[in-house]
T-cell receptor
Framework: NAGVTQTPKFRVLKTGQSMTLLCAQD?????MYWYRQDPGMGLRLIHY???????AKGEVPDGYNVSRLKKQNFLLGLESAAPSQTSVYFC???????????FGAGSRLTVL | GNSVTQMEGPVTLSEEAFLTINCTYT??????LFWYVQYPGEGLQLLLK?????DKGSNKGFEATYRKETTSFHLEKGSVQVSDSAVYFC???????????FGTGTRLLVSP
């Protein structure tokens, strides 16, 4: 089983450019999440979704948008990238109740 | 609010040493508690969990006991191996909530 797949794994952007990170899961999970991981700050929740067509803000949503048009996919968009968005981004999914999350391998984004 | 506090790392040990990584929490109600592990270059994986007071979670030689009276969930292992070198995250999910709250992570380095 593939589990949770994130693309791309690495990306370098210039300030002001836009991009989309794709997360795909094949476990039929209802819930999906986007986190960012920064040194000394652990994982912080950006946005999450509890089902197809629904999204909600997490701790640090500013500068990001998300969409969940299909149950298996959760897209994270940066409309105008800033150096402060340099980070490692993790997607995760879970069954309802969010007790156990399955994580992707991460996407490293650098904004110059 | 809901929060998790972990000891700062890195924790540096020799192979076969005893490991303790401290974790304390603040939460509304009675949360479920988790330890996740992140090996180099990978996403997070669930290591163990406990869902009610006095429960002990265990996996791969690691253990943690849900202590309601001290609001703690310390991670222990009797004899660490080099392959245990990773970052360990304590996390909680309050009852009725949909989102995990993570600590900042503790890096463990085990030398031969």
């Amino acid at each position: 089983n593939a589990g949770v797949t994130q693309t791309p794994k690495f990306r370098v952007l210039k300030t002001g450019q836009s991009m989309t990170l794709l997360c795909a899961q094949d476990m039929n999970h209802e819930y999906m999440y986007w986190y960012r991981q920064d040194p000394g700050m652990g994982l912080r929740l950006i946005h999450y979704s509890v089902g197809e067509g629904t999204t909600a803000k997490g701790e640090v949503p500013d500068g990001y948008n998300v969409s969940r048009l299909k149950k298996q996919n959760f897209l994270l968009g940066l409309e105008s990238a800033a150096p402060s968005q340099t980070s490692v981004y993790f997607c995760a999914s879970s069954l309802p109740g969010a007790n156990v999350l399955t994580f992707g391998a991460g996407s490293r984004l650098t904004v110059l | 609010g809901n929060s998790v506090t972990q000891m700062e790392g890195p924790v540096t040990l020799s192979e076969e040493a005893f490991l303790t990584i401290n974790c304390t929490y603040t939460a509304t109600g009675y949360p479920s508690l988790f330890w996740y592990v992140q090996y180099p270059g990978e996403g997070l994986q669930l290591l163990l969990k406990a869902t009610k007071a006095d429960d002990k979670g265990s996996n791969k030689g690691f253990e943690a006991t849900y202590r309601k009276e001290t609001t703690s969930f310390h991670l222990e292992k009797g004899s660490v191996q080099v392959s245990d070198s990773a970052v360990y995250f304590c996390a909680l999910i309050p009852r009725g909530f949909q989102k995990l709250v993570f600590g900042t992570g503790t890096r463990l380095l085990v030398s031969p």
